[in-house]
Every structure is written in structure tokens, then in C-alpha cells.
């Protein structure tokens, strides 16, 4: 009877052991491909290092959705906003891949949707591009509110400021 017991608090401590161990390893993974490599991009530029995003996948596992959650926005022009997402991004495109969805948050409020494909591609053309504030326009365009409708037109800074407020 006592070396059943011992038996099954050995097979607990290995279940939550694993349990831990793999929650560990899904973090971690989240972090190196998705939150490390957007930090650095912000803080390697000077109009951008006032922002904090969060990013990672959806539930941390869903390798379709990437989540980018704007935690802190001290930048002079709500434009850098934009601009320091679409470095983040340019960044991770580096490292890994741009799910096909991407849902931009605002301190855990869901603010905006874009493809994955539309955002990376803005991404590349940003850094090569001579006029990148047509790049930002082109950006505002092709973003959605949470439930898939298209935005009504406007300027790059409400569209920023309205991401900074947290609803679209």
C-alpha cells in the first residue's frame, strides 16, 4: 500500500513538472521570435523607444494570430506609433514568420486587425522606402476594426491616436 502511494506522488510530481517545463518552453519560444526581436527594433530608434508592446501568439500557441499589444506610447508624434510597429515588424519578418493575422491590441483591448501578408509587405517597403510617410498611409488603409470592417478614411495620426486610446 505505501509503495503504491510513493508511485503516485512520483507520477504527480513528473506530470507538474512537465506541465511547468513546457509552459517554460512555449514562453520562451514566444519571446525569442516575437517580443525580443520587436523590443530591440523600438529601442534601436530614437523616435520609438518611448513604446512598449507585448507580442506574442495568440494564446501563446495559435501559430496563425500574432498579437502586438501597445503597453506604453510616449512618443512625440502618435505617427511614431505606426512607424515603430512597422519596424517591430520588419524585425520579427527577420527572425521568423508573420502569421496571417495580426490583431493590434491596446493594453489587452483588441484596437485593430490586419493581414499578416499586407503588414509584412508595408514592413519591408518602410525600410527601403525614400517617402515612408505614403507607406503609413497605404498602412491605415488596409487596417480593420476587431470585427473585419474596413476603416473610414482617415489621416495616419487619428488612426494612431485612436490605437494609443485604446478603441478604433
Do not use: C
Not at 32 to 41: D, E, G, K, T
Not at 125 to 152: D, E
Request: charged fraction near 20%.
Amino acid at each position: 500500500m505505501e509503495l503504491r502511494v510513493q508511485r503516485q506522488r512520483k507520477g504527480r510530481r513528473r506530470w507538474i513538472v512537465g506541465v511547468l517545463v513546457l509552459a517554460a518552453l512555449v514562453w520562451g519560444t514566444n519571446w525569442y521570435l516575437f517580443a525580443r526581436p520587436a523590443a530591440r527594433a523600438l529601442a534601436a530608434d530614437g523616435h520609438t523607444a518611448g513604446m512598449q508592446l507585448r507580442s506574442h501568439l495568440r494564446y501563446f500557441v495559435d501559430p496563425a494570430t500574432w498579437v502586438v499589444d501597445l503597453r506604453r506610447a510616449d512618443v512625440a508624434d502618435p505617427a511614431d506609433l505606426f512607424r515603430g510597429l512597422l519596424r517591430a515588424v520588419k524585425a520579427v519578418d527577420d527572425v521568423t514568420w508573420i502569421p496571417g493575422t495580426v490583431v493590434l491590441l491596446r493594453a489587452g483591448t483588441p484596437t485593430y486587425t490586419v493581414a499578416g501578408a499586407d503588414l509584412s509587405r508595408l514592413a519591408y517597403t518602410f525600410s527601403i522606402s525614400r517617402n515612408p510617410a505614403s507607406v503609413l498611409v497605404r498602412l491605415v488603409a488596409v487596417l480593420r476594426v476587431p470585427g473585419g470592417g474596413a476603416l473610414p478614411p482617415m489621416p495616419v495620426t487619428d488612426a494612431a491616436s485612436r490605437w494609443a486610446a485604446g478603441h478604433p
